[in-house]
């Protein structure tokens, strides 16, 4: 079906956004001095448009979420359809719909092993929450209720609630609210390029997880609740560890009987060429967070996918585990859901991206390992970084403008046509699972011409 393109008055609209919009996680004053914020009015497949009608290659699928691409018509028709039939109805009444019914069976067969259930949230965040509040509620059901502890890592990522920002390692974040909550400690984070450089991958991964058994052994394991991670890292910068981190970070909370819970929001649903990141890196969580390519961001839908031996906790013991949101299974979601991993299985969209386009995606990337300002290019499935650096083949940063180099880039390439991230001084990306290999070049060879342009300003 062919999508009538709508008339939008941007200049009206960017009027309105200075006079009554917020957008997340910006800059107001910048905002402000730009006149407001760029207006994309509509995509397909994997191009977004703006209301100047440029059109800009999306090489962050939205943000890190739209997996299946833009402009799916099912998707939509799932939307309709639920709603005629029962747009919305809740899981506290002791009731349940047939979508989230469904789509939890659906996700814990894609989950596998021992995470049977799944308790559904609206946001990645949220699902973080829960995982938060469920594994201190776990503890407490077990007799152990001095278990509070959350270990986790500089610089992760798992949102923007209280919990999220808590649990994630950004100082930036802390700063704000005054933040992280008590019982959140942090460790060094597994990337190779910025804090183990030259060092033996598999060596690095024993330090960095050595950081995570020392942690625990000075706050007491007994009063550990969980370890949380994500199985590479997205907001912090696309860090990929070495092999060798998860099975040993695995093997050190099976030690000393914590949970493991991976935070799969971004690598969830294909993204590193398997259903789960944990999939990847063959552990077995005890709990996993779940949001984005659920339903390919076409409707806000989280989950927390849970273990059965949790599951048996909560059960057993009984009583309310007094949590949850209005729109825990909403049912439209939901719906939108199933219908997003049903285009996901029918396009082979997991096997696509681990045996065709994360490969090309790699080599793509690697081609502009020759340039001067490239000191790593790396990639795992359809999610990869462009470390930039002052002398090429090291870690060397543009020492007056530490930090600056990823939005100078970034700012060149959406001028360009592309739509990248620039965190401090790396780019990322991370297109729609559909994404075919002449957008894969095309992706590479504007990052290729950006740095291009970028030399004489940052050099
Ligand atoms: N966890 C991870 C790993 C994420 O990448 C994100 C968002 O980028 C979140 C949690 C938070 O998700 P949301 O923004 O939907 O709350």
């Not at 799916?72 to 005629?84: I, N, S, T, V």
């Not at 700012?411 to 699972?433: A, E, F, H, K, S």
Request: negative net charge.
């Amino acid at each position: 079906m062919t999508v009538p393109i709508r008339n939008h008055d941007i200049a009206e609209l960017r009027r309105l956004d200075l006079a009554h919009h917020l957008p997340a996680q910006a800059d107001h004053r910048l905002i402000a001095s730009l006149g407001g914020s760029r207006i994309i009015t509509r995509a397909e497949g994997s191009t977004i448009f703006d209301g100047e009608g440029n059109a800009i290659l999306d090489g962050m699928a939205g943000l890190w979420c739209v997996n299946v691409g833009y402009g799916r018509e099912e998707l939509a028709k799932a939307a309709y359809d639920q709603m005629l039939e029962l747009p919305y109805y809740n899981t506290f009444f002791r009731t349940a719909t047939p979508p989230p019914v469904k789509l939890a069976a659906r996700i814990a067969s894609k989950m596998g092993g021992h995470l049977s259930h799944v308790f559904f949230n609206s946001s990645g965040s949220e699902a973080v929450d829960t995982v938060f509040r469920l594994a201190r509620h776990y503890w407490k059901l077990k007799g152990q209720p001095q278990r509070r502890i959350f270990i986790s890592r500089w610089n992760a990522y798992h949102g923007s609630t209280v919990a999220g920002v808590s649990l994630g390692g950004m100082k930036a974040m802390h700063a704000q609210g005054d933040l992280p909550v008590p019982g959140v400690e942090h460790v060094m984070q597994p990337y190779l390029f910025g804090e183990g450089f030259g060092e033996d991958p598999d060596a690095f991964a024993a330090r960095a997880a050595q950081a995570i058994e020392d942690r625990i052994l000075e706050v007491g394991p007994e009063n550990v609740a969980a370890f949380i991670g994500e199985p590479v890292q997205g907001a912090g910068g696309v860090i990929i560890p070495p092999e060798g981190y998860w099975p040993r970070v695995e093997a050190i909370c099976r030690k000393y009987g914590i949970l493991l819970v991976c935070d799969e929001v971004i690598c969830g649903f294909g993204r590193l060429g398997q259903w789960f990141g944990h999939h990847h890196y063959g552990v077995k969580p005890d709990m996993i967070s779940m949001a984005k390519g659920l339903s390919s961001g076409y409707l806000p839908i989280s989950a927390t996918g849970v273990a059965d031996h949790i599951v048996a906790e909560l059960r057993e013991k009984g009583g309310d585990f007094v949590h949850g949101y209005t729109y825990s299974g909403h049912p439209t979601a939901a719906a939108v859901a199933l219908a997003n991993l049903d285009i996901i299985e029918r396009e082979g969209l997991v096997e696509r991206t681990r045996e065709d386009t994360g490969p090309y995606l790699a080599r793509a990337l690697a081609t502009l390992n020759d340039h001067p300002l490239v000191g790593e290019t790396r990639s795992l499935g359809l999610i990869g970084a462009v470390e930039i650096v002052r002398e090429p083949g090291t870690n060397k940063r543009f020492l007056d403008k530490e930090g600056e180099a990823g939005p100078v880039v970034r700012d060149l390439c959406i001028r360009n046509g592309l739509m990248v991230r620039g965190i401090r001084d790396t780019i990322v990306c991370c297109p729609p699972l559909i994404i075919t290999h002449a957008e894969i070049d095309r992706l590479v060879s504007i990052i290729r011409r950006s740095l291009d342009e970028a030399e004489p300003i940052l050099r």
